[in-house]
């Protein structure tokens, strides 16, 4: 078997835990979401404990990864390379946390729920692939 | 005031290590960010074996609940909220993922899993406008 069909089930089986993660945690329940960022009513700071777990086991794999001269299925580490603080990461994050806020739907727990057949889950997946296609547009079209 | 009647420690924690292992196996065998929005988006901008491992990983997001569903019944999720909203929204946290290079996973665990400063500032933001927005609709509207 080639190699990218190695990285695609081991990617498939990664987005498959994910998604058991987020139904697990409780997040693909926008109403607990919500609750979470309700600071200010009756405050459910479950999702605090959903970032720490999830930080701290993906904290681990990083530093693990430094040691390693390539990963496991003999891909380079794509680290991020961007590291400005520019007006479009701040532009961009503050209507991500609008429409968040308005329903407590992300991209993640959004899959998960459109996977389960739910109306809201598909509507508000179709409106965020167009949302990311317009960016990509835009940004194709104004740079060089 | 905290909600002690909605507030599920061992669940959250549980699915948290969960969604921390995949991030560290899609790093360590894959070698790749599980960044959300960014995998979604790339299955567009892709082709051949680079985007068949983000369709892959899409994909198992989007299945996830059928092998949910297997062991035990899908937990409650209540959505607030017209169709209109909800579009809006969407569009919103498209655009925004876009534009500020990552969401909830992308800055918000794997970001801040690598100390990153940009999606610490990222996290902060969105995290931010999303308890001032909560705040606004619950408590005055």
């Known amino acids: 078997m080639q190699k990218h069909w190695f990285l695609s089930l081991s990617a498939f089986i990664c987005g498959l835990l994910f998604g058991l993660g987020l139904l697990m945690a409780g997040m693909a329940n926008p109403a607990k979401v919500l609750g979470f960022l309700d600071i200010a009513g009756l405050w459910d700071p479950s999702l605090a404990l959903v970032m720490l777990g999830a930080i701290a086991v993906t904290f681990v794999a990083f530093g693990f990864s430094k040691k390693m001269p390539q990963s496991l299925l003999n891909t380079k580490f794509h680290w991020p390379d961007a590291t400005a603080i520019t007006r479009p990461l701040l532009a961009g994050s503050a209507l991500f946390g609008l429409g968040w806020g308005l329903v407590g739907l992300c991209p993640g727990p959004a899959l998960v729920l459109a996977g389960t057949g739910s109306v809201e889950g598909l509507i508000f997946i179709v409106f965020m692939l167009i949302g990311i296609r317009l960016v990509d547009y835009f940004q194709t079209r104004l740079s060089p | ?141």
């Open chain 2, 1 to 141: 005031m905290v909600d002690w009647t909605h507030f599920t420690p061992e669940s959250a924690l549980l699915g948290g290590l969960m969604i921390g292992l995949a991030c560290a196996l899609l790093w360590l065998l894959n070698g790749r960010i599980a960044g959300i929005s960014g995998i979604t988006a790339g299955t567009f901008t892709n082709s051949g074996p680079e985007r068949q491992w983000r369709l892959a990983f899409v994909l198992g997001l989007v299945l996830s609940s059928w092998l949910w569903l297997m062991l035990a019944p899908l937990p409650v999720a209540e959505v607030t909220g017209n169709y209109g909203l909800l579009a809006a929204a969407g569009l919103l946290v498209g655009i925004g993922a876009r534009l500020g290079s990552g969401c909830t996973s992308g800055h918000g665990v794997c970001g801040l899993a690598r100390l990153s400063m940009r999606s610490l500032v990222a996290t902060l933001t969105f995290m931010g406008v999303a308890v001032v927005t909560v705040f606004i609709v619950r408590h005055l509207l």
